[in-house]
Protein backbone atom coordinates (compact mmCIF):
# COMPACT_ATOMS: atom_id res chain seq x y z
CA UNK A 1 0.00 0.00 0.00
CA UNK A 2 1.19 3.59 -1.15
CA UNK A 3 1.99 5.98 1.62
CA UNK A 4 -0.33 8.56 1.92
CA UNK A 5 1.12 12.34 0.89
CA UNK A 6 3.11 14.67 3.11
CA UNK A 7 1.90 17.84 3.59
CA UNK A 8 3.01 20.81 1.31
CA UNK A 9 5.80 22.70 2.23
CA UNK A 10 5.71 26.86 1.73
CA UNK A 11 9.12 28.04 3.38
CA UNK A 12 11.43 27.52 1.35
CA UNK A 13 14.98 29.59 2.02
CA UNK A 14 15.25 31.24 -1.40
CA UNK A 15 19.02 32.81 0.01
CA UNK A 16 20.06 29.03 -1.39
CA UNK A 17 20.78 28.96 -5.46
CA UNK A 18 18.89 25.27 -5.74
CA UNK A 19 16.11 26.44 -3.83
CA UNK A 20 15.61 29.45 -6.36
CA UNK A 21 15.84 26.77 -9.12
CA UNK A 22 13.52 24.36 -7.35
CA UNK A 23 10.66 27.25 -7.23
CA UNK A 24 11.15 27.60 -11.45
CA UNK A 25 10.95 24.22 -11.93
CA UNK A 26 7.88 23.72 -9.67
CA UNK A 27 6.30 26.78 -11.36
CA UNK A 28 6.89 25.25 -15.00
CA UNK A 29 5.04 21.91 -13.97
CA UNK A 30 2.01 24.14 -14.75
CA UNK A 31 2.84 23.67 -18.46
CA UNK A 32 1.37 19.83 -18.92
CA UNK A 33 3.51 19.16 -21.71
CA UNK A 34 6.70 19.59 -19.89
CA UNK A 35 5.30 18.04 -16.84
CA UNK A 36 4.65 15.09 -19.03
CA UNK A 37 8.00 14.79 -20.31
CA UNK A 38 9.62 15.01 -17.52
CA UNK A 39 8.02 12.54 -14.86
CA UNK A 40 8.39 10.44 -17.68
CA UNK A 41 12.22 10.81 -18.00
CA UNK A 42 12.14 10.00 -14.60
CA UNK A 43 10.16 6.61 -15.17
CA UNK A 44 7.12 7.97 -13.92
CA UNK A 45 3.15 8.25 -14.75
CA UNK A 46 2.81 11.75 -16.11
CA UNK A 47 -0.33 12.30 -14.50
CA UNK A 48 0.87 12.36 -11.04
CA UNK A 49 1.28 15.87 -9.04
CA UNK A 50 4.83 17.09 -7.92
CA UNK A 51 5.40 19.78 -5.00
CA UNK A 52 7.91 20.61 -2.05
CA UNK A 53 7.09 18.39 0.81
CA UNK A 54 7.09 19.31 4.76
CA UNK A 55 9.41 17.04 6.68
CA UNK A 56 9.28 12.77 6.36
CA UNK A 57 10.43 10.66 8.97
CA UNK A 58 13.13 13.27 9.78
CA UNK A 59 13.85 14.09 6.27
CA UNK A 60 12.37 16.27 3.33
CA UNK A 61 13.43 15.95 -0.31
CA UNK A 62 12.88 18.86 -2.77
CA UNK A 63 9.89 17.14 -3.97
CA UNK A 64 7.82 13.90 -3.96
CA UNK A 65 5.77 12.93 -6.60
CA UNK A 66 2.17 11.67 -5.56
CA UNK A 67 -0.22 9.20 -7.81
CA UNK A 68 -3.86 10.84 -8.61
CA UNK A 69 -5.04 8.64 -6.19
CA UNK A 70 -3.18 10.49 -3.39
CA UNK A 71 -0.01 7.70 -2.78
CA UNK A 72 3.38 8.72 -3.00
CA UNK A 73 4.87 7.08 -6.35
CA UNK A 74 8.49 8.67 -5.62
CA UNK A 75 10.69 11.49 -4.25
CA UNK A 76 13.28 14.02 -6.16
CA UNK A 77 16.28 15.92 -4.98
CA UNK A 78 18.04 18.72 -7.29
CA UNK A 79 22.11 19.38 -7.47
CA UNK A 80 23.11 22.20 -8.73
CA UNK A 81 26.54 19.94 -9.36
CA UNK A 82 26.93 16.27 -8.82
CA UNK A 83 24.42 14.04 -6.67
CA UNK A 84 25.40 14.29 -3.35
CA UNK A 85 25.55 10.16 -2.94
CA UNK A 86 25.76 10.56 1.13
CA UNK A 87 22.27 11.91 0.78
CA UNK A 88 20.64 10.27 -1.29
CA UNK A 89 22.09 7.20 0.59
CA UNK A 90 20.29 8.22 3.73
CA UNK A 91 16.98 9.11 1.83
CA UNK A 92 17.02 5.96 0.27
CA UNK A 93 17.54 3.72 3.39
CA UNK A 94 14.05 5.85 5.03
CA UNK A 95 11.54 5.65 1.55
CA UNK A 96 10.54 2.98 0.56
CA UNK A 97 9.73 4.74 -3.10
CA UNK A 98 12.22 5.22 -5.65
CA UNK A 99 14.00 8.80 -4.61
CA UNK A 100 15.81 10.50 -7.98
CA UNK A 101 18.12 12.86 -8.86
CA UNK A 102 17.98 15.83 -10.79
CA UNK A 103 21.97 17.31 -11.26
CA UNK A 104 23.89 19.60 -12.93
CA UNK A 105 25.63 16.73 -14.36
CA UNK A 106 25.40 14.02 -16.21
CA UNK A 107 25.41 11.62 -12.89
CA UNK A 108 21.88 11.92 -11.92
CA UNK A 109 18.66 10.45 -13.45
CA UNK A 110 18.02 13.53 -15.40
CA UNK A 111 20.36 16.44 -15.81
CA UNK A 112 19.44 20.13 -15.66
CA UNK A 113 20.87 20.87 -19.19
CA UNK A 114 18.09 18.39 -20.32
CA UNK A 115 15.50 20.19 -18.61
CA UNK A 116 16.31 23.53 -19.92
CA UNK A 117 16.03 22.42 -23.43
CA UNK A 118 12.95 20.58 -23.14
CA UNK A 119 11.14 23.59 -21.35
CA UNK A 120 12.98 25.68 -24.63
CA UNK A 121 11.63 22.96 -27.15
CA UNK A 122 8.18 23.64 -25.49
CA UNK A 123 8.34 27.38 -25.24
CA UNK A 124 7.06 28.92 -28.41
CA UNK A 125 3.44 26.72 -27.41
CA UNK A 126 2.93 28.11 -24.14
CA UNK A 127 1.04 31.17 -23.00
CA UNK A 128 2.87 34.53 -22.76
CA UNK A 129 3.09 33.84 -18.51
CA UNK A 130 4.23 30.65 -19.16
CA UNK A 131 7.35 32.18 -21.37
CA UNK A 132 8.40 34.29 -18.82
CA UNK A 133 8.25 31.42 -16.40
CA UNK A 134 10.50 29.23 -18.50
CA UNK A 135 12.66 32.61 -19.14
CA UNK A 136 13.54 32.23 -15.68
CA UNK A 137 14.14 28.31 -14.77
CA UNK A 138 16.58 28.49 -18.08
CA UNK A 139 18.52 31.21 -17.43
CA UNK A 140 19.09 30.17 -13.73
CA UNK A 141 19.97 26.61 -15.13
CA UNK A 142 22.57 28.30 -17.42
CA UNK A 143 24.10 30.61 -14.64
CA UNK A 144 24.21 27.96 -11.84
CA UNK A 145 24.30 24.37 -13.21
CA UNK A 146 27.41 22.97 -12.21
CA UNK A 147 28.96 26.03 -10.83
CA UNK A 148 27.88 26.26 -7.41
CA UNK A 149 27.48 24.60 -3.60
CA UNK A 150 27.73 20.68 -3.27
CA UNK A 151 26.94 19.86 0.52
CA UNK A 152 27.92 17.42 1.92
CA UNK A 153 27.90 16.58 5.69
CA UNK A 154 30.44 15.97 8.54
CA UNK A 155 30.34 15.62 12.31
CA UNK A 156 31.43 19.10 14.53
CA UNK A 157 33.79 19.08 16.58
CA UNK A 158 32.90 19.24 20.15
CA UNK A 159 34.24 22.78 20.96
CA UNK A 160 31.60 23.56 18.48
CA UNK A 161 28.86 21.45 19.75
CA UNK A 162 29.30 23.59 23.11
CA UNK A 163 28.62 26.84 21.68
CA UNK A 164 25.53 28.71 23.09
CA UNK A 165 24.08 28.88 19.32
CA UNK A 166 24.45 25.14 18.65
CA UNK A 167 23.09 24.07 21.89
CA UNK A 168 19.90 26.21 22.04
CA UNK A 169 19.57 24.59 17.91
CA UNK A 170 19.92 21.14 19.39
CA UNK A 171 16.54 21.44 21.85
CA UNK A 172 14.64 22.74 18.53
CA UNK A 173 13.32 19.09 16.80
CA UNK A 174 13.80 20.54 13.08
CA UNK A 175 17.67 20.60 13.36
CA UNK A 176 18.57 17.63 15.41
CA UNK A 177 19.67 16.25 12.50
CA UNK A 178 21.80 18.98 11.27
CA UNK A 179 23.17 19.60 14.60
CA UNK A 180 24.09 15.86 14.54
CA UNK A 181 25.69 16.40 11.39
CA UNK A 182 26.95 19.83 10.63
CA UNK A 183 26.18 20.45 6.77
CA UNK A 184 29.20 21.41 5.03
CA UNK A 185 29.42 23.87 1.78
CA UNK A 186 32.17 23.20 -1.05
CA UNK A 187 31.31 26.26 -3.52
CA UNK A 188 32.77 26.59 -7.16
CA UNK A 189 35.85 27.85 -5.73
CA UNK A 190 37.02 24.65 -4.26
CA UNK A 191 35.37 22.86 -7.51
CA UNK A 192 37.90 24.47 -8.83
CA UNK A 193 40.52 23.57 -6.71
CA UNK A 194 40.56 26.24 -4.57
CA UNK A 195 39.16 24.63 -1.29
CA UNK A 196 38.81 26.99 2.00
CA UNK A 197 39.63 26.07 5.39
CA UNK A 198 37.98 23.40 7.42
CA UNK A 199 36.81 25.13 10.91
CA UNK A 200 34.84 23.74 13.43
CA UNK A 201 33.33 20.86 11.11
CA UNK A 202 32.65 23.83 8.24
CA UNK A 203 34.38 24.21 5.01
CA UNK A 204 34.79 27.79 4.38
CA UNK A 205 34.49 28.44 0.39
CA UNK A 206 37.28 31.34 0.80
CA UNK A 207 40.23 30.03 -1.10
CA UNK A 208 43.27 30.14 1.07
CA UNK A 209 43.22 33.72 2.41
CA UNK A 210 41.00 32.83 5.63
CA UNK A 211 42.88 32.83 9.23
CA UNK A 212 40.76 30.02 11.37
CA UNK A 213 39.24 32.79 13.59
CA UNK A 214 37.64 34.52 10.63
CA UNK A 215 36.44 31.21 9.34
CA UNK A 216 34.81 30.47 12.48
CA UNK A 217 33.53 33.87 12.98
CA UNK A 218 31.77 33.95 9.33
CA UNK A 219 30.73 30.11 9.44
CA UNK A 220 29.07 30.82 13.22
CA UNK A 221 27.01 34.27 11.27
CA UNK A 222 26.30 31.78 8.50
CA UNK A 223 24.94 29.04 10.54
CA UNK A 224 23.23 31.65 12.31
CA UNK A 225 21.76 33.28 9.30
CA UNK A 226 20.46 29.99 7.56
CA UNK A 227 19.80 27.36 9.54
CA UNK A 228 18.67 29.32 13.00
CA UNK A 229 16.40 31.41 11.35
CA UNK A 230 14.84 29.01 8.76
CA UNK A 231 14.48 26.70 11.82
CA UNK A 232 12.73 29.41 13.96
CA UNK A 233 10.45 30.45 11.45
CA UNK A 234 9.31 26.48 11.00
CA UNK A 235 8.78 26.49 14.43
CA UNK A 236 6.72 29.98 14.70
CA UNK A 237 4.80 28.19 12.04
CA UNK A 238 4.33 25.27 14.00
CA UNK A 239 3.32 26.84 17.16
CA UNK A 240 6.25 25.57 18.64
CA UNK A 241 6.00 27.22 22.91
CA UNK A 242 8.60 29.85 23.61
CA UNK A 243 10.00 29.68 19.63
CA UNK A 244 10.36 33.49 19.65
Known sequence: ??????????????????????????????????????????????????????NVKGSRPDFVVVAADGGVLGWIEVELGPP???????????????????????????????????????????????????????ALVNRLAGTTEVWNYAEPREGLRREPLIAALAERSCVKELVGGCVLARSSAEAQGRQGPVVAGILIPTGNTMTEPDALNQGRESFRRQAWGGCLRAAVGRGEPNAA
Not at 123 to 134: E, L, Y
Open 1 to 54: MAAPPPALFVQEYLGAAENRVNLALFALLNVDSFREWFLKRLGLPGDATVYPPQ
Open 84 to 138: DQPQLGAYREKFDEPVLCIAGTAAGDLELDAVASAVLARRPSMGRQQQVSADVLV
